[in-house]
């Protein structure tokens, strides 16, 4: 396809797929994985692809894929305007031709952001060669998942920290939990809750309160790697999700509130926070396990703290 596996997660796509059966459909699918099987199983295409840009940096990382080597998924990133699908990114027009004694297609995903990714097929089952209509499917098929990622971004977003909301976390992490079922993968649950922010909306007022949720947002998304999870859980806590983190609890934490320090001596404002971490599956194999453990180990975290101030007075 021009462009070597390509791996990651992106803020309201965050999904890998193993390659299913052309006759099956995955029940727990988003309506963009949906739409993307969907596309492959109607070109019966052998490899697919879709990469989808990154939130930062100029490059692709993949959104879902079948027929991949899934050891590749989280290591391969795509330069836009290197390779065919970041040429159709970074000129917004449809690729078709022969790689090797197999067809190519890549068509560009346009959003209300512009062209945001490519869908790539390729190795046609179907014992002929990709045509020109063929081509013209995909890019309709695009085109429709570009609407969806419009619909996704919208219905799962929280607009004063520029985060997922509490929604897409819950169901990011019920595919990462069925990732690591199929697949033996562990994965760390992180909440974070600012512990002051009820003074801070009280001395300095509300809008320096949305103020601080924003960047305390910010902060969290620049430690973390382009595959992992932050978001906004409500209220005055956040969540994140550490694909395959082998990082001590000790060092997410300490990582966490150097990020959020930094933030708040930007501000001149005091801010601080407390920290709860747990594992998938040392510390639940469900959600509802995962999240009690997390918010019980935050929640202790701040007792703790607590404690060590009165002790101090």
Do not use: W
């Amino acid at each position: 396809m021009g462009c070597p596996p390509a791996a990651g997660c992106l803020d309201a796509v965050r999904m890998a797929v193993e390659k299913p059966p052309l006759g099956g459909r995955d029940s727990s699918s988003s309506p963009i994985n949906s739409a993307f099987i969907t596309g492959v199983q109607l070109l019966k295409a052998g490899r697919a692809s879709l990469l989808l840009r990154h939130s930062t940096e100029p490059v692709l990382i993949l959104a879902a894929a079948v027929g991949l080597d899934s050891s590749l998924m989280s290591t391969i990133r795509v330069p836009v305007g290197e390779g065919i699908a970041g040429l159709v990114v970074e000129r917004g027009i449809a690729l078709f031709g022969m790689k090797g004694d197999q067809t190519f297609m890549s068509a560009p995903v346009p959003t209300e952001r512009g062209v945001e990714g490519a869908l790539n097929l390729t190795d046609s089952l179907s014992g002929t060669q990709y045509s020109a209509d063929d081509l013209a499917s995909a890019t309709a098929m695009a085109r429709h998942i570009g609407h969806l990622i419009q619909y996704s971004r919208h219905a799962a977003h929280d607009l004063v920290s520029g985060l997922p909301n509490r929604r897409a976390f819950e169901e990011i992490l019920e595919r990462e939990i069925a990732l690591s079922r199929r697949t033996g993968s562990a994965f760390g649950v992180v909440f974070i809750d600012i512990d002051n922010l009820k003074q801070i909306n009280d001395t300095y007022g509300h809008a320096k309160g949305d103020e601080v949720i924003k960047m305390v947002g910010a902060a969290l998304q620049r430690i973390l790697r382009p595959y992992d999870f932050a978001g906004r859980h409500g209220g005055d806590e956040f969540s994140l999700l550490l694909s395959g983190s082998g990082e001590s609890d000790g060092g997410i934490t300490a990582r966490v509130l150097e990020a959020i320090s930094v933030m708040s001596d930007s501000l001149q404002i005091p801010v601080s926070a407390s920290v709860g971490v747990a594992r998938c599956p040392a510390d639940g194999a469900d959600a509802s396990q995962l999240v009690a453990a997390a918010d019980a180990r935050m929640y202790a975290n701040k007792r703790t703290k607590r404690m060590q101030r009165e002790a101090a007075m």
